[in-house]
């Protein structure tokens, strides 16, 4: 499904980057980079609409020769951004918005945790109670991203 899911802090640096197949890893951190201007213009072009939807799905930022960009935005200003294969044809814009439910759900359980600190990189540390949310929102991503043989 995704080659690259990015959860982006609301002050714009990665809370979370995971991408495959991994000899891509620059290209698609440059992607996700760049991705943030678009998701700037769409959220400063929805204004005071945007405080009042419940759906916080960008949809298409844009597409390149080989992927297509998506993003979302939560109620906090954090970015949530996809990079889909663009030879999936199969996958269609509800399917999209599904993952980035599931994504933003897994997110929220990390927050939800009390030991860890809002604003740090989601990442298994040696602290047991933030190893297992972060591990589990790890496999979340891992079950969105195609395996590349």
């Not at 809370?15 to 698609?28: C, Q």
């Not at 759906?55 to 906090?76: A, F, H, I, Q, R």
């Amino acid at each position: 499904m995704a080659v690259c899911v990015a959860v982006i802090a609301k002050e714009n640096y990665p809370l979370y980057i995971r991408s495959t197949p991994t000899e891509n890893e620059l290209k698609f951190h440059y992607m996700v980079h760049t991705s943030l201007d678009v998701v700037d213009e769409k959220v400063s072009a929805m204004g005071k609409a945007l405080v009042d939807q419940r759906e916080l799905y960008l949809g298409l930022l844009y597409p390149t020769e080989d992927y297509k960009v998506y993003g979302y935005v939560t109620n906090s200003k954090v970015k949530f951004v996809m990079v889909v294969d663009s030879s999936n044809t199969a996958l269609r814009d509800n399917e999209i918005r599904s993952m980035f439910r599931k994504l933003h759900n897994s997110y929220t359980d990390v927050m939800c945790n009390p030991f860890y600190n809002p604003g740090d990189r989601i990442q298994s540390s040696g602290n047991l109670g933030i190893s297992l949310s972060c591990r589990a929102f790890d496999t979340m991503v891992t079950s969105m991203m195609i395996q590349v043989c």
